[in-house]
C-alpha cells in the first residue's frame, strides 16, 4: 500500500523553491548543468513488449533536452517514466535505475504522487479542464491546501503572466478554459503545470496540434521558462528540436526481421548542435537529414 502523501514526499529531494511555495522565482539546488535525471540502462515493457531496451543518459538542470525519433521508437515512454505515469498503465514495468536529484523515482518508499507535483506534465492535446480559466490554474494548488483567496490570486496571475497568457485572458478570467483557441489553451494547461511550482516540466509534442504562429509562441515560451524549470520535450519536428533545445536525444526502432520483436532504443545524445551538424552514428546522421523517417 503507497504510504501517506505527507511521509513520502521527504524522500524526494526537494529544490529550494519547493520548500518556498510563496516564492515568486524558483531556485534551483545547483548551477545550471547540473544532473536532474540519471537514468542508467533502463528498459520499459507493457506485459510481454518491450518499448524501449537499455537508455542510460542525463538530462541537466533548466536546459530543454529534446526527444527525437521515428513513432514507435520510446521516446514518450521515456519522457513518461520520468514523473512515473507508466504506472497508470497495466502491466507497465521498468529494470534498470531512474534518479531524480541522486534519489531513485522508483523507490518502494517513494510515491508516484509526490513525484507528480515535482515533475509536471504537458500533453500533445491541450486539455483544459471544463472549469474557469482561474480555476483551472487554481485545481493544483488547491488539491495541495492553498484556501487563502488572496493566494490563490496571485498564484493565479503569476502563472498566467509567466505562461504568457495573463494579457489575453485578464478580463475573463471567469471563462470556460474549453473557450480558448488551440494555442491559448496549451499556454493555460502549461500555466497549470506551473502553478504548483515543479522542478520539471515535461512537454509531450506540445506543439503538434498547433498553427505555426501559436507553436511559435509555445517555443518562445519554453525558451523563456528554462531559465526556471528543467524542460524535456517529444518532438516530432527537427527544426523546433534544432531552435529550442539544448541537447538532443535520437531514438530509433531496433527490429528483427525473423521475428515480430521490435523495441525502441537510444542511438545518440549529446549536445543539440553536435547531434545535427556532427552525428557520430550513420543512423542519427540519416534521420537529421531526412533520408530515413
Known amino acids: 500500500m503507497e504510504q501517506p502523501e505527507q511521509t513520502v514526499a521527504t524522500n524526494l529531494p526537494r529544490p529550494a523553491s519547493a520548500l ?9 539546488d545547483g548551477p545550471p548543468g547540473e544532473t536532474i535525471f540519471d537514468v542508467r540502462n533502463v528498459s520499459i515493457s507493457y506485459g510481454a513488449f518491450k518499448a524501449v531496451t537499455d ?55 517513494v510515491s508516484p504522487t509526490a513525484v507528480r507535483r515535482r515533475i509536471g506534465m504537458v500533453f500533445q492535446k491541450p486539455n483544459p479542464f471544463p472549469k474557469s480559466i482561474y480555476d483551472n490554474v487554481a485545481y493544483g494548488p488547491r488539491i495541495n491546501g492553498e484556501r487563502n483567496k488572496g493566494r490563490l490570486n496571485e498564484i493565479v496571475e503569476r502563472s498566467l503572466r509567466r505562461a504568457a497568457l495573463w494579457d489575453e485572458v485578464k478580463n475573463r478570467l471567469s471563462t470556460s478554459g474549453l473557450s480558448l483557441s488551440g494555442g491559448q489553451a496549451q499556454r493555460l494547461c502549461i500555466a497549470r503545470t506551473i502553478a504548483v511550482e515543479p522542478d520539471v516540466v515535461l512537454m509531450d509534442e506540445p ?12 517555443e518562445d515560451l519554453m525558451r523563456e521558462l528554462k531559465s526556471q524549470y528543467t524542460i524535456v520535450i517529444v518532438t516530432h519536428n527537427m527544426q523546433q528540436a534544432t531552435r529550442v533545445s539544448d541537447r538532443t536525444a535520437f531514438f530509433s526502432v531496433l527490429t528483427d526481421p525473423d521475428s515480430d520483436f521490435r523495441t525502441g532504443v ?15 552514428d550513420p543512423r542519427t546522421q540519416a534521420y537529421v537529414t531526412g533520408r530515413i523517417g
Open 55 to 109: 537508455v542510460s543518459l542525463a538530462i541537466h538542470e533548466r536546459e530543454i533536452t529534446a526527444f527525437i525519433g521515428s513513432s514507435g521508437s520510446g521516446k514518450t515512454t521515456v519522457l513518461r517514466a520520468f514523473n512515473r505515469m507508466n504506472d497508470l498503465i497495466p502491466g507497465a514495468r521498468l529494470e534498470g535505475e531512474m534518479q531524480y536529484r541522486g534519489q531513485s523515482l522508483y523507490g518502494g518508499d
Open 207 to 218: 506543439a503538434s496540434a498547433l498553427d505555426p504562429i501559436a507553436t511559435g509562441a509555445i
Open 20 to 28: 518556498q511555495p510563496s516564492a515568486f522565482q524558483p531556485q534551483a
Open 266 to 280: 537510444l542511438v545518440e545524445y549529446g549536445r543539440t548542435e553536435q547531434i545535427f551538424q556532427d552525428p557520430q
